[in-house]
């Protein structure tokens, strides 16, 4: 768990002509990662980032990069995306085996660099039981992967806490990633339910102020932890 929320915006919805004056505008409105969403036309239906991309990026900002694959055989490409400078590398578990998902972390790892699984909304929690306790992160999807812009689907709520109780049999804590029609309203839900970092493409980028935008959807998110924190005291308390 981070201390604060963090907010990784997509640049998914950024201006792409623009691109280095984006991440410049969000690295100092207060943003904690970049998200990259990488698609391969195949395991979703859109094509957007590759490599060049990644690696232009690693070289104009100091945040982390958060490269979420959305792509049919994550394991051709680890060392790729890490060399190119990934800080976070996520795979779908609907792409792989659960050994093929424990090598993937496994090789992430002798990098030196964090490990994320990924779940599509229809997939279902225990699809991580066996690999979880080899994950940094767990990203659960709250839209369809493959396009922002997207409208929130509210079944990720009972998702994350699902799998947050599947991490605790584990005995272990992997950081909760919500992505898809995250802002200001559903930051306040997901964080609830143990979210520790929201991707935000639309509710970042299609705003004139990202600052306020940003800042919106902290107080939103901490206000949502709180809620979470203060319901599991009570549940200890009388249950
Ligand atoms: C969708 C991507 C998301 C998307 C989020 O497949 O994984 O990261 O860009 O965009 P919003 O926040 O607009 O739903
Ligand atoms: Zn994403």
Redo the contacts with the bound molecule.
Sequence with gaps: MFEKVKISP?I??ADLCNLEKEIKAIESAGAGLV?I?V?DGHF?P?LTFGLPLVKRIREITSLPLDV?L?ISNPLDYVEKYLDAGADILTAHIEAGSPEEMNRFARRVHAAGKKAGVALRPSTKPEAVDDVISSFDMVLA??????????K?QSSVIDSMAEICAIAAAHNCSPLMQA?????VGTAQKVCASGADVL??????F?NDDYSKAISAIKVDAELGRAAGLKKQQLLAQYM
């Design positions: 997509s998914l919805s998200h969403d698609m979703v859109n979420h959305m999807m709250s839209v369809e992967p493959g396009f922002s812009g997207q929130f992505d898809g029609g995250i802002g991707v935000c493409g639309n509710a970042c299609c």
